[in-house]
């Protein structure tokens, strides 16, 4: 398990669902890059039989969690 957490402030509940579609920069347009880090992530570990989701933190955050098999 690999888990990526970030001290931002998380992501909005309903972006959380569409962060890995491609072209997916949520609700602030203002962030640079295309979109794609996260769906290319998703392709990636799915290709190595694995999964990966994410989710805020408690505190604020946000955490992915990646799940690769042994």
Do not use: K, S, W, Y
């Amino acid at each position: 398990i690999v888990n990526v957490i970030d001290q931002g402030p998380g992501v909005d509940e309903e972006c959380l669902q569409r962060i890995f579609q491609p072209f997916e920069r949520g609700l602030d347009n203002t962030a640079h890059g295309f979109g794609l880090g996260l769906a290319i992530a998703l392709r990636a570990v799915e290709m190595h039989g694995g999964q990966i989701g994410a989710r805020n933190r408690a505190g604020g955050g946000l955490v992915v969690d990646i799940l690769l098999p042994a």
